[in-house]
């Protein structure tokens, strides 16, 4: 299966808040932000409903991680002895 670049290329300034949510879901941040999502029905169809502010390619690169990595724990100065 294919892999899709999906760029947000418009502001959400002023679009309904569905519009906002389905950027939300397709991880998708800020102006001109670009991520990498496999290709199935369910990223086609939140595609289509704000196809007016992305554009979409197919591409073979891989995945964009969805959740940021977590940051490691502080240690307390009395565990570090």
């Excluded at 496999?38 to 196809?51: A, N, S, V, W």
């Amino acid at each position: 299966m294919a892999n899709l670049k999906i760029t947000q290329i418009k502001s959400v300034i002023g679009r309904p808040q569905y519009q906002r949510r389905v950027l939300a879901g397709l991880g998708i941040k800020r102006m001109n932000h670009t991520v990498i999502r496999l290709d199935t029905p369910e990223m086609r169809g939140m595609i289509f409903k704000i196809k007016h502010l992305l554009t979409v390619e197919e591409t073979n690169e891989p995945l964009t991680p969805s959740k940021s990595p977590k940051r490691a724990q502080a240690v307390k100065a009395s565990d570090a002895e």
